[in-house]
């Protein structure tokens, strides 16, 4: 099976050789992998690579002369560079993204200033942030199913979306930029996970929103929300 080693048992103990899967892999230094978690988001972001999460293998290299440990996850090249996705013009992305923030956003919402100027923590060195979707007015959990139902209503769509501000590029493409596409081919990027794990999607209207997090938001673990009542404002049909 495609990702998973051939083994056999070695005559002299109970040790296996293994053969490693074909493919490319993303060699990082065992012993500073948390350190340098930005620069494998940034490198992989503007990549067509990804791990491959379906078909999940890694693998440990040690050397014992050298005293160093490398660690190879296996990728996928059939992802996204998202820093060649097209996007909307400056001009019409801060026209929407402000649109969004008056018709969604909780003003009063005390952490909203975390979202909107996240800043260092210069005691504990951490960055002190919020995700916006911890921060919009009353919204409905919503099923995976739910979601995907919406294909049959939304064509285009227009999203961006949050990262942890650790994961530089990721953060900026989602902060900077609107990008609009086919809701169906969004959602097949966002569950093959080639996109960022969280995303505001919506239309020119300003009527709704469906909203994907990171995050569990009940107790079956759906991880979708929405406000108002979706609807392809071209086609003039709700789904409720």
């Known amino acids: 099976m495609l990702g998973v080693p051939v083994t056999e048992p070695l005559a002299s103990d109970k040790s296996v050789k293994a053969v490693i899967p074909d493919g490319a892999y993303l060699a990082e230094d065992s012993n500073d992998l948390e350190q340098q978690h930005n620069h494998i988001g940034n490198f992989l972001v503007q990549s067509n690579y990804r791990v491959d999460h379906h078909h999940f293998y ?23 560079d998202l820093t060649t996705l097209p996007h909307e ?8 993204k402000n649109a969004y923030m008056d018709a969604f956003a909780h003003q009063r919402s005390a952490t909203l200033i975390h979202y909107t100027h996240p800043t260092l923590d210069e005691k504990f060195g951490e960055i002190c942030f919020s995700y916006l979707w911890d921060n919009l007015v009353s919204s409905d959990v919503i099923s995976p199913e ?17 990262a942890h501000p650790n994961l530089s ?20 990027h966002y569950f093959a996970r080639n ?23 009940n107790e079956l673990d759906w991880r ?9 404002s071209n086609k003039n049909q709700l789904v409720k």
Not at 169 to 188: E, I, Q, V
Not at 200 to 213: A, G, K, P, Q, V
Not at 224 to 232: A, H, T
């Open 195 to 217: 996109l960022s794990d969280d995303m505001y999607i919506c239309d020119e209207s300003m009527t709704w929103t469906l909203i994907l997090t990171h995050e569990p938001q």
């Open 58 to 80: 890694y693998y440990i290299k040690v050397d014992l002369i050298l005293k160093t440990m490398i660690t190879y996850i296996r990728l996928r090249n059939n992802g996204l």
């Open 146 to 162: 739910e979601l995907r139902d919406y294909a049959h209503v939304l064509d285009q769509v227009y999203f961006f979306w949050d």
């Open 89 to 96: 013009s400056d001009a019409h992305t801060l026209q929407l």
């Open 169 to 188: 590029l990721l953060w900026s493409l989602g902060r900077t930029h609107m990008y609009k596409m086919n809701y169906s081919s969004l959602l097949d």
């Open 224 to 232: 979708f929300l929405r406000i108002g009542i979706v609807s392809d």
